[in-house]
């Protein structure tokens, strides 16, 4: 299974971005898509993850109230969609695909490439 992500960029703190992850090929074999990020300096942390059946969600801390994940079977993507963004949300967001939903990222088998967020105070 392949996946790509999308929809990084800059913008000011309190604004919103929204982050696509595309998965083709095998995807039947990742039962669960999640998002890690790795902000310079510190280890990759998981985000959030959604079941593609039936739309278990679960999300760190840090982000619930704000960020919000979703699912269009139909299109084999997954979306992120961040609101009131913090500077310390600054980083590299990575979409992978795994078959449980844990927030570790051992258990995530596919990786997607990273889309920078940058969030200016």
Not at 1 to 19: D, F, N, P, T
Not at 33 to 56: D, L, N, Y
Not at 61 to 80: C, E, M, P
Not at 91 to 107: D, E
């Amino acid at each position: 299974v392949q996946l790509q992500a999308s929809g990084g960029g800059l913008v000011q703190a309190g604004g919103s971005l929204r982050l696509s992850c595309t998965a083709s090929g095998r995807t039947f074999v990742t039962y669960i898509i999640g998002w890690f990020r790795q902000a310079p300096g510190k280890e990759r942390e998981f985000v959030a993850a959604i079941s593609w059946r039936g739309g278990s969600t679960y999300y760190t801390d840090s982000v619930k109230g704000r960020f919000i994940i979703s699912s269009d079977n139909a299109k084999n993507t997954v979306v992120l969609q961040m609101n009131s963004l913090k500077p310390e949300d600054t980083a590299v967001y990575y979409c992978a695909g795994g078959t449980r939903l844990l927030p570790i990222s051992s258990h995530y088998n596919y990786w997607g490439q990273g889309t920078q967020v940058t969030v200016s105070s």
